[in-house]
């Protein structure tokens, strides 16, 4: 089958060696190609397989969805689908849609917990970058209106210098704006760099773009050991890290590092159990990335992420948090890896039991993907934010999921099945 996608989609015989890779690139590509988007979208589907992923087509659903999931204990992110947008009434909608969605979800009490997503794109960035910036201000200004924030997605590598300047003139005026780098780009350690350096809210993703190999590591094991460096800067950084991953090794990982920085392996001065206070972290002032024990696992993944992470110099600099929408993550202690260790399959159990503070940090998830994963983790005091998409271009985003899971196309394929 992989040799197959391999000849149809042009790839190399380096591709056939990794089977999981050549699916992966191949979704990937289907997910820019019109034809194969008609043909899915016209497919007899079983709404159970959008619905799984994606939150509803209107702002009633995705309210509903969002208001479950804090029913749980789990906060949201979410994002109204449609990007790539060639019209500037359509980005004006965008914006507007946005302005909509935030007013809903503070009439029912979701804010705080529930911030909005936000790729450029969608508000007009291909059409006339000002344009998009301007709307991005507008959005902002009814995130804070409404008591919560926005993070702002990125996109292809194509417009990551664009996008990391929009969210700094975002920042000037909205410090609470949100940044995303992904650890597969070449780039993203030095740019992890830069905003650890600045402060700020920061959402490290694996990447879910088709990237050329010059820009990017196109191994799974080269971007996961890019994740664990990158990581280890932000931890040590000024910053509030968003830790968006389902991969159970860097779960771990996220929670050791963090630890590390509350039990004396960093020269940090902790502050006293209940939590940290927002706005009021302690200094590191010679911040070095720990030496995280990652148990193996029975794999040579967790060693070699182990030594990935350890390995990362880091500068001096101060821990710093910007509590005013992330009050929950700035009080919730945590002790899973307060003794710099963590067991398999345990991150984060026993965090708000034991009373421990650790530094600041917040797991994100994909909506549909590890959901009991997500709730365990909430439910020993973790802070667990689920990405959730919503509207009725959800095309390009099932598409990129199911490239970034196996389990995720199995899925896809017994709901074709079952409709055949």
């Given at each position: ?25 191949a979704?990937?590509m289907?997910?820019?190609d ?14 159970g ?5 994606v939150?509803?087509?209107?702002v009633?659903?995705?309210v ?6 804090r029913?749980t204990?789990?906060?949201?992110s979410?994002d ?12 004006e ?5 946005y ?12 804010t ?6 936000v ?14 910036r ?11 209106d409404a008591g ?5 997605d990125?996109?292809?590598h194509?417009t990551?210098?664009?996008?990391l300047?929009?969210?700094?003139d975002?920042?000037r ?6 940044a995303v780098v992904?650890?597969?780009l070449?780039?993203?350690?030095a ?9 700020g809210?920061?959402?490290?993703c694996?990447?879910?773009?088709a990237?050329p190999?010059?820009v990017?590591?196109t ?5 996961s050991?890019?994740?664990?460096r ?10 509030y ?19 590390a ?13 209940g939590g ?13 990335v ?7 696992a029975?794999?040579?993944q ?20 910007d ?19 963590v ?6 159990q ?5 009373g421990?503070?650790?530094?600041p ?5 994909l ?10 983790l ?19 985003y099932?598409?990129?999921r ?8 199995l ?10």
């Amino acid at each position: 089958m992989s040799g197959v996608v391999a000849v149809a989609f042009g790839l190399g015989a380096e591709a056939l060696r990794d089977p999981a890779g050549v699916l992966r690139t191949a979704l990937l590509m289907m997910s820019g190609d019109p034809r194969v988007r008609r043909l899915v979208s016209t497919a007899p589907l079983t709404r159970g397989v959008v619905e799984r992923f994606v939150a509803g087509e209107d702002v009633a659903a995705a309210v509903r969805v969002a208001g479950g999931l804090r029913d749980t204990g789990l906060w949201v992110s979410l994002d109204l689908l449609g990007e790539d947008v060639t019209d500037r009434r359509l980005a004006e909608e965008s914006a507007t849609a946005y302005g909509g969605l935030l007013r809903a979800l503070a009439d029912v009490g979701l804010t705080p917990a529930a911030e909005v997503s936000v790729k450029l794109s969608a508000l007009g960035a291909r059409v006339d970058a000002a344009l998009a910036r301007d709307l991005a201000l507008r959005v902002c200004q009814a995130a804070r209106d409404a008591g919560t924030c926005v993070t702002v997605d990125m996109e292809d590598h194509t417009t990551t210098d664009a996008t990391l300047a929009v969210v700094a003139d975002l920042r000037r005026e909205f410090g609470e704006t949100g940044a995303v780098v992904q650890a597969c780009l070449r780039r993203t350690e030095a740019d992890c760099r830069d905003l650890a350096a600045a402060g700020g809210r920061v959402r490290l993703c694996k990447g879910a773009y088709a990237e050329p190999a010059s820009v990017a590591y196109t191994r799974r094991a080269e971007v996961s050991a890019s994740y664990a460096r990158c990581l280890a800067v932000l931890m040590a950084g000024r910053g509030y890290p968003m830790v968006a991953t389902h991969d159970p090794v860097l779960i771990e990982l996220a929670a050791g590092l963090a630890g590390a920085l509350a039990t004396g392996r960093l020269p940090v001065s902790a502050p006293a159990a209940g939590g940290w206070s927002a706005g009021r972290a302690p200094t590191a002032p010679q911040a070095e990335v720990p030496q995280v024990e990652v148990p193996s696992a029975g794999t040579s993944q967790a060693g070699t992420l182990q030594a990935e992470a350890s390995s990362v110099a880091t500068p001096p600099v101060e821990l710093a948090v910007d509590g005013r929408f992330d009050r929950r993550a700035a009080e919730v202690p945590r002790g899973a890896a307060s003794q710099g260790a963590v067991s398999q399959g345990a991150a984060g159990q026993g965090a708000a039991s034991q009373g421990v503070a650790r530094r600041p940090f917040e797991y994100q998830m994909l909506y549909g993907v590890r959901p009991g994963e997500q709730r365990r983790l909430a439910e020993a005091g973790e802070t667990v934010r689920v990405y959730v998409p919503c509207g009725r271009e959800w095309y390009g985003y099932l598409m990129r999921r199911l490239a970034e899971r196996p389990a995720n196309l199995l899925f896809f394929a017994r709901a074709l099945r079952s409709t055949s």
